[in-house]
């Protein structure tokens, strides 16, 4: 997958964001006081994060690919150093391997090189674009036994975290089949009673009200489940995107 830029991030967020905004003011003006209101305000929401999620997790695979593939990386500029090859070959050489998102990354080094820039300039660069590195090959190796074992941990933290995120999903999940029960077997029938319907809302009241706290529910579930999942709220958004897909489609048409 492609490296995702931290402007085209920017870019995505205002194009959402202000199409959500578009689709709030269109909603206000035309189904205020509309049950399809609300459809519309979670329509909204989905299109304002749906993009950054998209983004997101496609920039977390291209670390990802990185991450894997950088101590094989330093491995063989290692084996090339010892075997009396100048650093800038050693790069030059790699770049025609296949190390994942870094042959790319590799390419752009061997070219820079081409045009005349330094080695060290180059080498600063390759560190900025992916967040890695060190300046000298004396580094390397250490640094390549460093992201190993760091690989390690994330990858452990990973399986430790991962009955977390399906506990997130287990429990909304869980109220949705508590709110439309709930619905189906209580409210309905009990509205039916003309002495317990005045002391109750109206079914279509509480339909709306079941369909806020299940989207309130879906929203800060998904961005605990990235929290807690991958360490950051932006990598819950596609959770919460999948709880009020899940969430909209199961009231719709199930209450």
Do not use: C, N
């Amino acid at each position: 997958m492609p490296k995702v830029e931290v402007w085209e991030k920017k870019v995505a967020w205002v194009v959402s964001v202000s199409l959500a905004v578009i689709v709030i003011m269109t909603a206000s003006l035309t189904l205020s006081g509309s049950p399809l209101f609300d459809e519309y305000i979670l329509l909204a929401v989905v299109i304002a994060i749906f993009p950054s999620a998209v983004l997101d997790y496609i920039d977390y695979r291209w670390k990802k690919s990185v991450d894997e593939h950088l101590p094989d990386l330093f491995q063989s500029i290692v084996q090339a150093q010892e075997s009396g090859i100048a650093l800038p070959k050693a790069i030059e050489d790699a770049s025609k391997r296949r190390y994942g998102a870094l042959t790319v990354e590799l390419k752009k080094m061997a070219s820079q090189m081409s045009w005349g820039m330094s080695f060290e300039e180059t080498l600063r660069s390759f560190t900025e674009r992916v967040d890695s590195g060190g300046r000298v090959e004396r580094i390397f190796e250490p640094l390549g036994r460093f992201v190993e074992s760091t690989l390690m941990a994330k990858r452990e933290r990973r399986a430790q975290t991962r009955p977390y995120v399906a506990i997130v999903y287990v429990a909304f999940s869980v109220f949705l089949f508590t709110i439309i029960m709930l619905f189906k077997t209580f409210f309905i029938q009990m509205g039916e009673l003309s002495v317990i319907e005045l002391a109750l809302l109206p079914s279509e009241e509480t339909r709306r009200l079941y369909f806020h706290m299940s989207f309130l529910q879906a929203l800060f579930g998904g961005l605990v489940a990235g929290k807690m999942g991958e360490g950051t709220m932006s990598a819950g958004l596609k959770h919460s995107v999948i709880l009020l897909v899940v969430g909209y489609l199961s009231l719709k048409f199930l209450m």
